[in-house]
């Protein structure tokens, strides 16, 4: 069975950090690439960052650039978002999501994404 758990979320200050995690079980990640997305209260689901199946090529929105890193490691089976310098306005529900398929770029758009974990909450207030 086909799972994504996130990980990693919680309340941290402004300019403070997290690393969120995301562990795939049932499944090799090694064929997929990944994406984050957040939602925040009220708002649509935003795309954050992607990378593809090979690590090769990593997109970030305008919004955390410089201040987010995406990786993987295919040997754990998980994906990794460090958030530094986090600001209130990254608050919300983070999801990863995983495209079938060895692609030369990773997609911006959440109906491109075949699945979805649960989500973790991040809240960035002081």
């Known amino acids: 069975q086909l799972q994504l758990v996130e990980s990693g979320g919680g309340l941290v200050q402004p300019g403070g950090s997290l690393r969120l995690s995301c562990v795939a079980s049932g499944f090799t990640l090694d064929y997929f690439a990944v994406g984050w997305f957040r939602q925040a209260p009220g708002k649509e689901r935003e795309w954050v960052s992607c990378i593809t199946s090979t690590g090769g090529r990593i997109k970030y929105a305008d919004s955390v650039q410089g201040r987010f890193t995406i990786s993987r490691d295919n040997a754990k089976n998980t994906v990794y978002l460090q958030m530094n310098s986090l600001k209130p306005e990254d608050t919300g529900v983070y999801y990863c999501?995983?495209?079938?398929?060895?692609?030369?770029?990773?997609?911006?758009?959440?109906?491109?994404?075949?699945?979805w974990g649960q989500g973790t909450q991040v809240t960035v207030s002081s």
């Open positions: 999501s995983l495209k079938r398929g060895v692609h030369p770029m990773c997609p911006m758009t959440a109906p491109d994404y075949n699945y």
